[in-house]
């Protein structure tokens, strides 16, 4: 009995050991590389619109010249998923998710991707849709913020500073921006949503550098309270409307 299962084991270490390090060198599984500026896109189709996709690239690094921790020669490796299958293989624990970027390596996987409209869908039924450039810009800060902070530093990030100031620099959430301002603008606008609450970590970056004016390594460093942070955020944008 002990012999089966000792190469049982022995077969799981294999495979884990196999899946990992398909993660750290996807490029095996991808037929075709296009070079843009500083990223370089792998993916699978014979052919890719060059010009459009260069387009979407410059459109990103337009959106990441905003940030001042941003160098425009950092290299970013991004795949093409052709369908939310082959997106869940590359993202198991994320595969609902627009987009996966593993840190210390760095590889950013997209899920099903519309070169053509510049769109980009995660597989989930509602708050399915952003922009490719966006995603790409989104997920190459999350690179940046990791090379600024170190590894270390990067994974205690708390949530909210991390998905909201990407989401900052893309000028985009998934969640509907009306939508959204009008439920954080409800008194008890609170909603068990994944989608509206990454909505709430942008307006709380976005409070924090357009109204109070702090620097992004402020934003990165110093603690705040999430309740306080909310209430006077709120005050600020809800005025407006």
Excluded at 7 to 36: C, E, R
């Amino acid at each position: 009995m002990r012999k089966p299962k000792k190469i049982l084991n022995y077969v799981l270490v294999g495979l884990v050991i196999l899946y990992t390090a398909i993660l750290l060198f996807p490029q095996m599984l991808f037929s075709n590389k296009f070079d843009h500026s500083n990223f370089t896109i792998y993916y699978h189709a014979a052919t890719i619109d060059s010009n459009k996709i260069s387009s979407i690239l410059d459109k990103s690094s337009v959106l990441l010249s905003i940030s001042e921790l941003y160098d425009p020669k950092k290299e970013q490796k991004i795949f093409l998923c052709n369908s939310f299958g082959e997106f869940t293989f590359f993202a198991l624990r994320s595969r609902n998710a627009f987009a996966v970027n593993y840190p210390l390596v760095q590889n950013i996987f997209l899920s099903k991707s519309n070169i053509l409209e510049n769109t980009i869908k995660r597989n989930g039924p509602e708050n399915n849709v952003r922009t490719m450039s966006g995603i790409i810009a989104h997920e190459t800060m999350h690179s940046v913020l990791e090379d600024e902070l170190g590894l270390l530093k990067y994974k205690l990030l708390p949530t909210w500073k991390n998905e909201g100031y990407a989401d900052y620099i893309a000028k985009e959430s998934s969640f509907d921006e009306n939508l959204g301002f009008n439920k954080f603008c409800e008194y008890n606008g609170k909603m068990d949503n994944p989608s509206y609450t990454y909505f709430k970590y942008k307006v709380y970056v976005q409070y924090l550098l357009d109204k109070e004016n702090i620097e992004v390594g402020t934003l990165l460093k110093q603690d705040f309270d999430l309740d306080s942070l909310a209430l006077i955020s709120k005050n600020a944008f809800c005025q407006e409307l």
